[in-house]
């Protein structure tokens, strides 16, 4: 799967980027691989929080 994302070189020199259909998850890498990396970190913990998001509601 290819999702495309947005990033920027922070004034410290860290790589900042977020999943476009996700962009109020941000992360960040010390190289631009580093930062690709944790994107792809970020997505499985993003594909894996779909199957938890439900609610109980008792009566």
Do not use: I
């Amino acid at each position: 799967m290819e999702l495309e994302y947005t990033y920027f070189e922070a004034d410290d020199g860290f790589f900042v980027g977020w999943f476009d259909d996700f962009p109020e998850d941000v992360t960040q890498g010390k190289t631009l691989d580093e930062l690709e990396e944790m994107l792809s970190d970020m997505y499985k913990c993003l594909n894996l929080a779909k199957y938890h998001k439900r609610k109980l509601v008792l009566v």
